[in-house]
C-alpha cells in the first residue's frame, strides 16, 4: 500500500454540466435513498424533525415562499444541521422574482453549496433553476396518502421519495425509516445521494 497511488477520476458527464434536466434519482448501485419533505405555509415541520433526529437522519425539506418568510431562522437551522433545503418559491412558480431571493438565503446566508427547485410542469422553470445553477428534483416518488403502503411498493435503491406533511405520514414516519432500514438502505440527504465521487 506504500507503493500505489490513487487518482480521483471525475465522470464523463457531470452534474453540474446537466443543470437543464431532471434528476430522477440517485446511482442504483448505492444502497442509499433521499426523502424529501414538501413544506407549505400551513405545515409544522417539528414532528417530521423529532422523529429524523430520534433516528439519526438527514433529510431535505423544499419549502414555499410563504413558510419561508415566516421561518428564515427555522431555515439556517436546518442548514446547520446538515439538512437541505430546497426552494419551491411561491406556488412552485420559478418565474416568480422572490424564487431568487429565496435561493440567494439558502446559498449565501446558510451557506449552503448547492441548491435545489422541484419539477413543475412548465419548461420554463427548469430553463430559470438551471439559470441559478440550481438542480431540478423529479422523484421517484411522490407520496400524499398511505405512505407506507407507497414505500413497500415502490422502493429501489437510489429513489427519492417526496412526501406531502399531513398527519398520515407524521403517523407512519417511524414505520417507514424502520421499512427502508430494514432493507439495508441508507437515508441520506441529497447532496450525499447526488455525489458523483
Known amino acids: 500500500e506504500n507503493y500505489l497511488e490513487y487518482e480521483n477520476i471525475k465522470p464523463k458527464e457531470l452534474l453540474e454540466n446537466n443543470l437543464d ?3 430522477i434519482s440517485g446511482n442504483n448501485s448505492k ?6 419533505f414538501l413544506v ?5 415541520i417539528d414532528s417530521v424533525l423529532k422523529m429524523l433526529n430520534k433516528n439519526e437522519i438527514k433529510a431535505n425539506f423544499f ?3 410563504a413558510w419561508f ?6 431555515v439556517i437551522e436546518l442548514i446547520n444541521n446538515n439538512h437541505i433545503v430546497g426552494n419551491l418559491s411561491y406556488n412552485k ?10 435561493d440567494t438565503i439558502i446559498k449565501k446566508v446558510g451557506k449552503q453549496s448547492i441548491s435545489y427547485c422541484y419539477r413543475t410542469e412548465n419548461k420554463k422553470d427548469l430553463e430559470n433553476c438551471a439559470l441559478q445553477k440550481n438542480y431540478t428534483i423529479a422523484p421517484s416518488l411522490e407520496i400524499d396518502n398511505f405512505p407506507l403502503i ?12 417526496a412526501f406531502k406533511i399531513n398527519n398520515s405520514l407524521i403517523n407512519e414516519l417511524e ?7 430494514s432493507k439495508d438502505l441508507e437515508i441520506v440527504n441529497l447532496e450525499n445521494l447526488l455525489s458523483e465521487y
Do not use: P
Open 69 to 74: 418568510e415566516d421561518n428564515n431562522d427555522k
Open 31 to 36: 444502497k442509499q435513498v433521499s426523502l424529501i
Open 150 to 161: 407507497n414505500v413497500k411498493n415502490n422502493l429501489n435503491n437510489g429513489s427519492i421519495i
Open 175 to 181: 414505520l417507514i425509516i424502520k421499512h427502508i432500514q
Open 93 to 102: 412558480d420559478y418565474e416568480n422574482s422572490s424564487f431568487i431571493w429565496m
Open 63 to 65: 419549502v414555499d415562499g
Open 40 to 44: 407549505n405555509e400551513n405545515n409544522n
Open 21 to 23: 434536466k431532471y434528476i
